[in-house]
């Protein structure tokens, strides 16, 4: 008897597809899809390999060449842009997170394992595929399909990023100080996020990561604020949070060491900062 088993393993991919918003957009956006969950590492890592299950390397110029085809002669393509909108497209609806490094863009596909685990469709887990006696059917879902986003009421707000802002390396840094937020169980509120990347985009993406590095260095739980020098005192403008000491939105508060140990017994710096 000969082995019929196909080489180079499988891929399991929901019906779904067909009616989540990519089957929408333009076909290199559902052909790069297929490609990232059949390039992802399928099994938990191993000796050297740092790559997790549902992650994988890649580069713009490999999704790129991933979506090319021959017209006669003419090899045509999409663009490194045309790839990098289409990540961010997949991370805009949650299907994806990124992170740059100086080897490619590694990509965690979310809930890869909920798509791979075959016990997820059909009769596996005991629910039917077939015409039931009443003539319902049971619908499966994408866990990001576009219901389950309009249903879901605990899923977290997405930061909309200002143009100015909205770089790879920033995003990053933004999701950090979203994370330090909830550490120190200050999570960000919609209106607080809006003010601080508002003024945030004023000053530009490289001071504005400086800032954020700050306001997490001396454990801060605002990072917008602006620095003046006023003779030999530094001020610093409040911006979106009310001061310990009970000042008000907008109000520029004196720094002075006496004044900070006056209104609160802490060491310049180390007080509430925007």
Known sequence: MTDERIAGGYILLPRTIFTHEISTMPLHYRWIWVYLIGKANHSEPTGNQRLMRGQVLVTLKELADACSYYSGY?????????????????????MIGTTKTTRGLVVTIKNYDIYQNPKNYGRDNGAPTDATTDGARTRQRLPHDRQELKNDKKKEEVAALPVDLDTPE????WAEWEKYRKEIRKALKPTTRKTQLKKLAKMGVDKAMEKIDTAILHGWIGCAFEEKTNGTQTRRERSDEIAPGGFDEGVTVDLGEHILQSQSGQDPGEGDSV
């Open 74 to 94: 003419r090899k045509l393509t999409i663009s490194r842009k045309d790839a990098w909108r289409v990540c961010e497209w997949y991370r805009g609806h949650d």
């Open 170 to 173: 920033f995003r990053l840094k």
